[in-house]
């Protein structure tokens, strides 16, 4: 089993950048592959960006692609999403998700409660 927290969701001003962070925990953590996914009110989960096992590896949908990164520090067990240039599409539940690494790039197991982003016009 492996637990996910993410933290760093806020009010933000369209144009602007912030930073969220998701804390891994349980056996084995450092080995799957970790992700961002997104859900907007009305919409389904979509996926954001994901990252390999070891940091090397990034893909990123269309819609993020040059405004977001993904990092992760096995160190610390802790995955990040750096965003910039926020727009108020941006605005979402976003949830950092785990899984194996012999799967698809949107394919995960593990699924964290989510935090909320909002950008304002």
């Known amino acids: 089993q492996v637990q996910l927290v993410e933290s760093g969701g806020e009010l933000v001003q369209a144009g602007g950048s912030l930073r969220l962070s998701c804390a891994a925990s349980g056996r084995t953590s450092s080995s799957y592959k970790m992700g961002w996914f997104r859900q907007a009110p009305g919409k389904e989960r979509e996926f954001v960006a994901g990252?390999?096992?070891?940091?090397?590896?990034?893909y990123y949908s269309d819609s993020v692609k040059g405004r977001f990164t993904i990092s992760r520090d096995n160190a610390n067990i802790t995955l990040y999403l750096e965003m910039d240039s926020l727009k108020p599409e941006d605005t979402a539940v976003y949830y950092c998700?785990?899984?194996?690494?012999?799967?698809?790039?949107?394919?995960?197991?593990?699924w964290g409660q989510g935090t909320q982003v909002t950008v304002s016009s």
């Open positions: 998700a785990a899984g194996s690494i012999f799967t698809s790039w949107t394919q995960y197991d593990y």
């Open positions: 990252i390999g096992r070891i940091g090397y590896s990034t």
